[in-house]
T-cell receptor
Framework: DQQVKQNSPSLSVQEGRISILNCDYT??????FLWYKKYPAEGPTFLIS?????DKNEDGRFTVFLNKSAKHLSLHIVPSQPGDSAVYFC???????????????FGKGTKLSVIP | NAGVMQNPRHLVRRRGQEARLRCSPV?????VYWYRQLPEEGLKFMVY????????ESGMPKERFSAEFPKEGPSILRIQQVVRGDSAAYFC????????????FGPGTRLTVL
């Protein structure tokens, strides 16, 4: 049972345009979310996070939006650059009620390709 | 300031052999986590360790898998009598005490079982 879902396995965007990566979750116990970026043959790199007390968090070109009622979050990258081409994972600590917050539950990832 | 280091980066084993994966956390981090990524899947939690203690191994298969984080030296993930289904990327992450929900990942070890 996937508790964190990234339904788009891939996304192609023109350089300079906006990239929007989506993530849905089913567990209402999740109250903190992270986005990781992963290049081939490397480990995931922490990108940005958001707490459930906020609905938006911004860091440079990256903004994460959280819609708690819809159990949906999205990562916006604007403007997109070729170096942003990578796999992006949405993650939440705590797989289930009672689990430690250290247990990150990951989505399957979305592969972003930014076309020059 | 070095990040999480893992070695080897690639490991090939035949069925029935043992695999040992090593992880050195970020300097100053006392918590280590191991995750496994199967092809086309997200990372799945396996085990959480602090120095000389296994805190949570609920994500580890019950047999053949073990992990340790000794007082000195790297954390070790050990897989005995490997099978083809163990082929995966194994990632180690570390965090500071009290910041377990923000983990920093190593480059991973890609295990291939022939």
């Amino acid at each position: 049972d996937q508790q964190v879902k990234q339904n788009s396995p891939s996304l192609s965007v023109q350089e300079g345009r906006i990239s929007i990566l989506n993530c849905d979750y089913t567990n209402s116990m999740f109250d903190y979310f992270l986005w990781y970026k992963k290049y081939p043959a490397e480990g995931p790199t922490f990108l940005i996070s958001i707490s459930s007390i906020k609905d938006k968090n911004e860091d440079g070109r990256f903004t994460v939006f959280l819609n708690k009622s819809a159990k949906h979050l999205s990562l916006h990258i604007v403007p997109s650059q070729p170096g942003d081409s990578a796999v992006y994972f949405c993650a939440a600590p705590g797989a289930y009620s009672g689990a430690g917050s250290y247990q990150l539950t990951f989505g399957k990832g979305t592969k972003l390709s930014v076309i020059p | 300031n070095a990040g999480v280091m893992q070695n080897p980066r690639h490991l090939v084993r035949r069925r029935g052999q043992e695999a040992r994966l090593r992880c050195s956390p970020v300097k100053g981090h006392s918590h280590v986590y191991w995750y496994r990524q199967l092809p086309e899947e997200g990372l799945k939690f396996m085990v959480y360790l602090q120095k000389e203690n296994i805190i949570d191994e609920s994500g580890m298969p019950k047999e053949r898998f073990s992990a340790e984080f000794p007082k000195e030296g790297p954390s070790i993930l050990r897989i005995q009598q490997v099978v083809r289904g163990d082929s995966a990327a194994y990632f180690c992450a570390s965090s500071k005490a009290g910041e377990a929900d923000t983990q920093y990942f190593g480059p991973g070890t890609r295990l291939t079982v022939l």
